[in-house]
């Protein structure tokens, strides 16, 4: 692969859509010339995007519902027989409280959502993805997905399985698709101000420079480079530059 992807005309789905980081990616991935599903579970949120750009197909969805996510799959497919680009984003914080404070109930909401919603998107997707010419697979991880930190339980544990899941995935799939980890590090988010409401947010990078190392990997990933873990603040200088040409992009 001489030149990067281009992203004009490339089939994309980008769940946790109805704010922050997913909005964001959403939104640059439609600018730059993208057929974008946009999925999430706010109907409000997703009209309000849909309104934000043309290009942006908006579906209202709970990823734990594996129905609804095989009957969009399917709607992928049959529409443009192929998906190019897949963008797992959607999650929840969960309680920040040592483990033994955190109830079963709590844990297993958490991992339905970060981590069965992503699963059930993910393996619904395998025929559209196979359908593709080196597909993208993103999936947004967390520091705290690959170290675990106390007092993080629940949102750690999810994030773990995330890149669990994302490592059996690109075997899988093989060098016929690409599938990383992203960590965003802080952002300048609804769920970042959840867990650090004491934070200013003026401090950290917004939705919009993470959702930029998105829309640079989705251009630049290569197929030796399925299976690598990734952080936002080591792209955000590349992602900047928004260069035609192929870089070499730093791995955690």
Known sequence: MTVPFDIKGCVALVTGASRGIGRACALQLAQAGAIVYACARSEDALR?????????????????????????ASEIME?????DLLVNN???????????QTSAEALREVLEINVVG???????????????????????????????RAQWGA?????????GLSEIAADELGEDAVVVTL?????ATDMRAEAYPDEDPETLPSAEDVAQ??????????????????????LFDLAKESSDDVVELPTD
Not at 90 to 100: I, N
Not at 123 to 128: G, K, V
Not at 155 to 163: A, D, H, N, P, T
């Open 48 to 72: 309000e995007l849909a309104e934000a750009s043309e290009g942006v197909r908006v579906c209202v969805l709970d990823l734990r519902d594996e129905v609804m996510v095989e009957e969009l």
């Open 79 to 83: 529409a443009h027989g192929r998906l």
């Open 90 to 100: 959607a999650g929840v914080l969960g309680p920040r409280a040592s483990l033994d």
């Open 118 to 148: 992503a699963f059930n998107v993910l393996s619904a997707s395998y025929p559209a993805l196979r359908a593709a010419s080196l597909p993208r697979v993103i999936n947004l991880s967390s520091s705290v997905g690959r170290k675990g």
């Open 155 to 163: 949102y750690s544990i999810s994030k773990f399985g995330l890149e």
């Open 183 to 187: 960590n965003p590090g802080g952002t």
């Open 213 to 234: 190392t998105i829309v640079l990997l989705a251009r630049q990933l290569r197929a030796d480079l399925s299976g690598k873990r990734f952080s936002s603040r080591a």
